[in-house]
């Protein structure tokens, strides 16, 4: 299988909607290059989004250019913005992912590690998550899903049933099962993400209560749920709503993740709006998580 690699240079400033964009137009990968940005060396950012060759890669150009120039209508500045594409194979595919993804601390708990990588725990307490980063939908290390692990890892009490929305990688599911949670039910829309899911499952040798099904949003679920974890886009979340007030129990708890700080107040919003609460919210500077929680009923 070929792949069309997307190389998008520009202003720091434009990293987190650039991210967005990629992975909106179904990116199966993103790999930054900003040693020198986190540096201080330099003030750009060098971004690149994996696709699959199935549709013209020009046409992922234009659609980019398009996305790209109406940011200015958001007051980003877009001036000296450059765009290259290139074709590789699986093998090169692999071979990227090998060379730049490695062993990440995550949050106080959680470590994500590639799955042929030799690992050894450095405390007792740290929870190690295997991942096949060569599958479609990403590493585990996205500030959208690590936002979600560190919301996660903060408000598990254990024994809690888990829905996870929109599962991908099946990252949440994991780390939700290794923190001590009674029942995972993980969906995704996609065949691509279940079967990175299950694969990845499968890397987990001590996971053995989710429940992966494909589903659009939680049309399939069953009962109730004290936590339903949504590292989605906001369109998507917009739908997930009005079924998130029926699938919650009283007292029970959402995070969303996936969320770009401009699109915080109108999400949080539509949030209040279903009448749950907001009780807290997690920022690194460009992406928001959101943490809602339903009142219990008379």
Not at 200 to 225: F, H, I, P, R, T
């Amino acid at each position: 299988m070929r792949w069309g690699k997307l190389t998008i240079k520009a202003n720091n400033e434009l990293q987190a909607p650039l991210e967005n964009i990629l992975l909106d137009l179904e990116a199966q990968g993103i790999e930054k290059d900003d040693d020198d940005f986190l540096t201080g060396r330099s003030h750009t950012i060098i971004i690149s989004g994996f696709f699959e060759l199935q549709q013209s890669i020009n046409d992922k150009v234009d659609l980019i250019k398009t996305r790209i120039n109406k940011l200015e209508e958001y007051g980003f500045d877009t001036e000296g913005v450059s765009i290259r594409y290139g074709i590789i194979d699986d093998q090169t595919w692999k071979d990227e992912w090998e060379k730049y993804y490695h062993a990440q601390r995550i949050t106080r708990f959680l470590t994500v590690v590639p799955f042929w990588e030799e690992y050894k725990k450095h405390q007792n307490s740290e929870i190690v998550i295997r991942l096949d980063p060569q599958q479609a939908f990403g590493t585990g290390t996205h500030p959208t899903t690590v936002l979600a692990l560190r919301a996660l890892e903060d408000h598990i009490r254990g024994d809690e049933v888990v829905f996870d929305v929109g599962t991908g990688t099946g990252i949440l599911s994991i780390a939700a099962s290794l923190l001590g949670v009674k029942r995972v039910y993980a969906c995704d829309v996609e065949d691509e993400a279940i079967i990175s899911a299950k694969k990845n499952l499968e890397l987990n040798k001590d996971v053995n209560n989710v429940e992966l099904e494909l589903n659009s949003l939680l049309d399939g679920a069953k009962g109730q749920a004290d936590l339903i974890l949504a590292n989605i886009l906001p369109e998507v979340q917009t739908l997930l709503l009005p079924q998130v007030v029926e699938h919650l129990r009283p007292q029970g708890k959402l995070i969303m993740a996936g969320i770009i700080v401009e699109k915080e107040e109108e999400m949080a919003a539509q949030v209040r709006a279903t009448g749950l609460k907001i009780i807290e919210t997690l920022s690194d500077g460009k992406w928001v998580a959101i943490i809602a929680q339903k009142d219990l009923e008379d």
